[in-house]
């Protein structure tokens, strides 16, 4: 019998026409320095929509209303490289003050149609604000 797959979400917060990027503190095991939208571990028993509110709570204070799935991709995680399930979900911020966890150093918004094309952000991520931005273009602002 095969153990089952982890997944983890991916969180892509949006406010106002941007995305919010953080960056990831340079201790941790997983791309360290690198800037992503936010993740974490979905935890047994627990939705990946439930997940991302957690989530994004516990990493940026924010609490954001789940939109949606952007798509889902799998990777290898951690040092041990450990096939995972990343699920990506389109959220918004539902209130303003970011604070960060210690998870990541630092935090911006940039506009989402300009977010992918930065050169800070690694590939992993910006398949991810390339579905955003292509979300956004079919949709009206709130």
């Known amino acids: 019998m095969s153990a089952a797959i ?20 340079a201790w941790k095991d997983e791309a360290p320095g690198q800037w992503e939208t936010g993740s974490g571990r979905v935890e047994p028993g627990e939705a990946p929509a439930d ?12 609490e954001v209303e789940v939109l949606g799935e952007l798509g889902a991709h799998p990777f290898l995680r951690g040092r041990e490289r450990v096939e995972t399930l990343s699920v990506v979900l389109h959220c918004r911020a539902r209130t303003d003050a970011v604070v960060l966890s210690t998870e990541h150093d630092e935090a911006r918004w940039v506009p989402i149609a300009e977010a992918a094309d930065l050169p800070e952000v690694p590939e992993w991520v910006r398949r991810s604000l390339e579905a955003l931005r292509r979300a956004a273009a079919r949709s009206p602002a709130p």
């Open 6 to 25: 982890p997944v983890v979400v991916c969180f892509v917060i949006e406010r106002d026409r941007h995305v919010l990027l953080l960056r990831r503190n």
């Open 51 to 62: 997940a991302a509110r957690r989530e994004a709570r516990e990493e940026t204070g924010l």
